[in-house]
Nanobody, 129 residues
């Protein structure tokens, strides 16, 4: 079983930055190298949206058009942590952000929520003046 814990959310003014963290833990021998990790968000009254993802090998990433050039996904395998650096935040970025893990990777899957097996509890990001 895999557990994911997000942190780093909060209230920020438009144009500001936040860095979200997703710490993964599992059975002995667990490594991020076996899992693709995705970041998703859901705003009130809206469907869940894939924001960004990184492949199990760490070589492939993908971003939603709405965040390209502003958000960056990265990972620290030793710390079992995946980050989402969010810059130039806009009010429309306000949502609960979730990280998710999938025990397999294939091209085109990173922003597809149904491909993921494990989900964190989410962290709230509010962008407002």
């Amino acid at each position: 079983q895999l557990q994911l814990v997000e942190s780093g959310g909060g209230l920020v003014q438009p144009g500001g930055s936040l860095r979200l963290s997703c710490v993964a833990s599992g059975a002995s021998g667990f490594t991020l190298n076996y899992y693709a990790i995705g970041w998703f968000r859901q705003a009130p009254g809206k469907e869940r949206e894939g924001v960004s993802g990184i492949s199990s090998g760490g070589l492939s990433t993908n971003y939603a058009d709405s965040v390209k050039g502003r958000f960056t996904i990265s990972r620290d395998v030793a710390k079992k942590t995946v980050y989402l650096q969010m810059n130039s935040l806009k009010p429309e970025d306000t949502a609960v952000y979730y990280c998710a893990a999938a025990g397999r990777y294939h091209a085109g899957m990173l922003l597809q929520g149904h491909e993921y097996d494990y989900w964190g509890q989410g962290t709230q990001v509010t962008v407002s003046s």
